[in-house]
């Protein structure tokens, strides 16, 4: 038997082709490193500035009532809810609105344009009156283009 130059046993029968399928293991590999590295720096690139808070044993903000929101207009006009107030008159309907309840939350929003010493004012008119939750409201920046 003589053997043809090129050639073993196998030589014509099957050429070695490359394998058509996609080996996914690796790109798992991969997005799961990302993944993780994605969970640990996201926490930290939300806050912008360090700051120590103080910790406190107050109780949580009652969430069961609708908040009283206070409206500051640019012109000074002053609104509970809906309707006109004046600042003098402002304690007493605030106390009427929630029922003498302190606690009450009451959200104070105010025109950009009004001078911070007037939503001061007011703000200290209200804790003066005995409430003891008040927050100032702002509006979120539109997000996305």
Known sequence: ????????RFSGRRRHRPASEINVTPLVD????????????APMMTSGVNVDLPKTSASPVNTDSKPITVSLRSDGNLFLGDEPVTAEELVDRLKKAANNDSTRRIFVRADAKIDYGQVMRVMGQITT???SHVALLAQQPPSGP
């Open 30 to 41: 991969v997005m799961l490193v990302l993944l993780i590295i994605f969970m640990v720096t």
């Open 129 to 131: 009156g005995g409430f």
């Open 1 to 8: 038997m003589a053997m043809s130059g090129g050639g073993g």
